[in-house]
C-alpha cells in the first residue's frame, strides 16, 4: 500500500488547532523584516481540503491550518504541520513515496510509479485513477524545495556530496528536467535531517 498521512494524524492535528495548541515560536523568522517568529500574532484559519489513500482509494479529509501575522512588517505565515507541503493537497507521505519510486528505480516510468499491485488507487466519488503525470508535478515540486531552501538559507548543499548520482537518459528530454530529477534525488540522499530543516522553508510561504 502507498504511503499516507492517516485520518487519526489529521484528526489530532486538529485537536491541537481546536485547543489553541498551534503556537508561532516554531517558525523560521520573517523572510520579510526578519523579525524573531515570537512576535508574530494569530491572523487566521484556513480550512484545507487533503487527500489521503485508503486501500487504495483516495479519499478527502478536512483540518483548519493557522495563519499567523508578523506584528512589525504585516506579512502572515500559514504553519504547516509535518504531513503538509504547501499548495498540495496530498500529504507529504505519499507525494514523497510515489516520487521515490520514480527517481531511484531507474527502470521506472511515471505509469509503472503508480502503479501498485497492477493498479492504481483511485478516487472514491469518481472511480478515476491516480494520473502519471501527477507524478511529474510531485517531483517538480520536491525540486523546488531544494531551491527554495538554498534561497532562503545561508548555505547551500555541497555538490560534491551528490556527484554520484545520475539520472538515466530515459527519463528526460531536456537538460532542465534533467537537473530537476537530479534535484528530486538530491532531496531524498540527503536524508531525514536536511528534510526536517527543509520544512521549516514550507513555513515561510
Not at 517558525?27 to 520579510?32: A, F, M, Y
Not at 500559514?78 to 513515496?97: A, G, L, N
Not at 540522499?189 to 521549516?200: E, I, M, S, Y
Amino acid at each position: 500500500m502507498p504511503l499516507t498521512t492517516t485520518i487519526e494524524d489529521i484528526k489530532s492535528y486538529q485537536e491541537k488547532v481546536n485547543n489553541d495548541e498551534i503556537t508561532p515560536f516554531n517558525l523560521p523568522k520573517c523572510s520579510r523584516c526578519h523579525s524573531d517568529s515570537q512576535s508574530f500574532k494569530l491572523h487566521a484559519y484556513r480550512e484545507r481540503r487533503f487527500l489521503i489513500i485508503i486501500r487504495m482509494l483516495v479519499e478527502v479529509v478536512f483540518c483548519s491550518l493557522v495563519r499567523f501575522r508578523c506584528s512589525k512588517c504585516g506579512k502572515t505565515f500559514t504553519s504547516y504541520p509535518d504531513f503538509v507541503i504547501p499548495y498540495k493537497q496530498y500529504t507529504r507521505k505519499t507525494i514523497e513515496s510515489f516520487s521515490k519510486s520514480y527517481v531511484e528505480h531507474d527502470q521506472k516510468t511515471y505509469k509503472s510509479a503508480v502503479t501498485i499491485d497492477n493498479s492504481a488507487p483511485e478516487y472514491k466519488d469518481t472511480g478515476r485513477e491516480l494520473a502519471p503525470s501527477t507524478i511529474h508535478r510531485w517531483i517538480t515540486t520536491l525540486a523546488n524545495l531544494i531551491v527554495a531552501y538554498q534561497d532562503a538559507s545561508a548555505t547551500s548543499l555541497q555538490k560534491e556530496s551528490f556527484s554520484h548520482l545520475t539520472i538515466p537518459k530515459n527519463k528526460y528530454k531536456t537538460g532542465l528536467r534533467k537537473e530537476c530529477l537530479l534535484r528530486c534525488r538530491c532531496f531524498f540522499a540527503a536524508g531525514n535531517t536536511f528534510k526536517n530543516r527543509l520544512h521549516r522553508v514550507c513555513n515561510q510561504f
